[in-house]
């Protein structure tokens, strides 16, 4: 059975200014992608105005909890106890969030309610990668 998972979040979006704004994000999550987790962000904060979607690893955010971690893209560590940040960095630029470390626990906790870590069945996420990849043929 396919399982979702969607919790809201409120980032907040540190600038060159050194100050804070308020940007609604939503953490999602699903059974049949489990070795990751995606941070949904609306189109009126990207620079498109279409919206954004990142995806990475779903024990990036479970190491970086605890700790600094990630290389390339996404870097995550924790900033005292109460918030964590969260470093996006793309082509047009580099981003600084911050989240409530609560909820990214909460949010963690609920995927490996959904997916067990170690229990992961991949089989399914090759095979459909493979069907995409080779469209079919």
Partial sequence: ??????QPARARLIT???????VPATLRYA????????????????????GATW???????????R?????????????????TVVELHSPYG?????F???ALNRFLLRTYAIVGA?????????ERGLSALFGGV
């Fill in 100 to 102: 409530d470390t609560a």
């Fill in 1 to 6: 059975m396919d399982i979702a998972l969607e």
């Fill in 94 to 98: 580099m981003a600084l969030l911050q």
């Fill in 31 to 50: 059974s049949t992608d489990p070795l990751a987790v995606y941070v949904d962000f609306p189109g009126d904060v990207s620079l498109d105005g279409k």
């Fill in 118 to 126: 170690g229990e992961e069945d991949l089989g399914a996420v090759v």
């Fill in 55 to 65: 995806t990475f690893a779903r024990t990036l955010l479970e190491t970086g909890l």
């Fill in 67 to 83: 700790g600094p971690a990630g290389d390339g893209d996404v870097h995550i560590w924790p900033c005292g106890q109460e918030r």
């Fill in 16 to 22: 060159g200014e050194e100050r804070e704004l308020s």
